[in-house]
């Protein structure tokens, strides 16, 4: 375990396979959260934290239950279940302190617990971190460091839509592809840059 290790799953996670510009994960939140900046970092802070938790427990889970057990053909329900839990807190946390934010995400924050890039990520490091139902080395530190980056990389895209679309806002749009045609190409258009990082090799 050495720094090359974690800079590798850092630009990686964030820019070479970023969860929603290069894996296409979490479009749903998105599309209809990011027409606002402010939004747009809420929404992105509750997947980074339901990210980084169900990383560290799923982990747990996989290890000391699935595996031992012989149970691993359960990992996506008890993954998802595991989500789900995370979720409600963000949920619970978001509804007491700020009702207003609250009703701007409306069904997309516990749409969360469907959010396939959470998912993704939790399946993705039990695929890389574990090798013949046994964890690597540093397997659970690069596990939550991985959701750490993923969560990073889920918030860089989503500022950056948000950013553009408040731009767009105040530019001269076609009636025809105004809102959710314009996001679309908007974000067809910030895939093909991130491709450009696909040149980098660890």
Not at 49 to 69: E, H, K, R
Request: aromatic residues 14%; charged residues 10%; proline residues 4%.
């Amino acid at each position: 375990m050495n720094a090359g290790h974690f800079l590798a799953i850092f630009i990686s996670s964030i820019f070479v396979s970023n969860v929603i510009l290069s894996r296409f994960l979490g479009l749903c939140s998105f599309i209809a959260i990011s027409k606002e900046t402010r939004p747009a970092l809420a929404m992105s802070s509750a997947v980074l934290f339901v990210i980084v938790m169900s990383s560290a427990i799923t982990w747990v889970v996989y290890n000391y239950l699935l595996i031992p057990f012989d149970l691993a053909y359960l990992r996506t329900i008890s993954f998802i279940l595991v989500i789900a839990s995370c979720v409600q807190l963000v949920e619970m946390v978001v509804r007491k302190f700020m009702p207003a934010l609250y009703r701007v995400f409306g069904i997309y924050l516990p749409l969360i617990t469907v959010n396939c890039a959470v998912l993704g990520v939790a399946v993705l490091n039990t695929d890389m971190f574990f090798s013949r139902g046994k964890p690597l080395p540093g397997s659970f530190i690069f596990s939550v460091f991985q959701g750490v980056c993923v969560g990073i990389g889920y918030t860089l895209a989503m500022l950056l839509m948000s950013a553009i679309r408040e731009r767009l806002e105040y530019s001269r749009v076609p009636e025809a592809v105004r809102e959710f045609p314009i996001a679309f190409v908007t974000a067809s258009l910030m895939s093909l840059s991130f491709m450009g990082f696909n040149g980098f090799r660890f």
